[in-house]
């Protein structure tokens, strides 16, 4: 995937529907390991230009839920990915893209114990983006510039958004510590 150039596409309504499958099958394959599943990332804010991959952050009780729920999950065509340095704590799992094995996946399912600073951090960023829609749309404007400054490079690009993120974070922060 760090060799393809980065895909972005205009929102598709059939996301969310995506998501919303994709959401029902862990649940009910993963026996009660998982507790509960969240739509994160672009593909989740309604408008938006996006990597087509719908990324999902499943959470488990405890690290002992983890093993159980990445085997239950791998079942579904799901295989273990290297995560993001970012996401600390997490076990990343992907289901490839059947027609171009290279590219992006279709799915990505973030593995976090409940409560985990990166859990807390991804619905956190997607509920703000969600209440803002001026603040969505400056993500997305960013993300397009990122896009074009990095020529679809992924690691230029990731780290172009990184930035926009970091800044976004102490925003928000601010914005808290005001309340």
């Given at each position: 995937m760090l060799d393809e150039p980065v895909r972005l596409m205009h929102y598709d309504p059939r996301w969310r529907q995506e998501f919303q499958q994709t959401r029902s099958s862990?649940?009910?394959?993963?026996?009660?390991?998982?507790?509960?599943?969240?739509?994160?990332?672009?593909?989740?804010?309604?408008g938006l230009i996006?990597?087509?991959?719908i990324d999902v952050i499943a959470l488990v009780p405890n690290d002992e839920a983890i093993q159980p729920a990445r085997q239950l999950i791998e079942g579904?065509?799901?295989?273990?990915?290297?995560?993001?340095?970012w996401?600390?704590?997490v076990m990343t799992l992907e289901k490839p893209r059947a027609a171009s094995p290279g590219m992006d996946p279709t799915h990505r399912v973030m593995l976090v114990v409940q409560g985990a600073p990166?859990?807390?951090?991804?619905?956190?960023f997607r509920d703000y983006l969600r209440s803002r829609?001026?603040?969505?749309?400056r993500w997305e404007e960013f993300k397009v510039a990122a896009w074009r400054d990095s020529?679809?490079?992924f690691l230029r690009y990731e780290s172009e958004k990184s930035v926009f993120i970091a800044h976004?974070?102490?925003?928000m922060d601010a914005a808290s510590d005001c309340k």
């Open positions: 862990i649940l009910a394959s993963c026996e009660g390991w998982v507790n509960s599943v969240e739509h994160i990332g672009s593909t989740a804010i309604s996006a990597r087509p991959t579904l065509n799901f295989r273990i990915e290297p995560t993001a340095s996401a600390t704590d990166v859990a807390i951090r991804t619905v956190r829609p001026e603040v969505a749309i020529d679809g490079d976004l974070e102490d925003q």
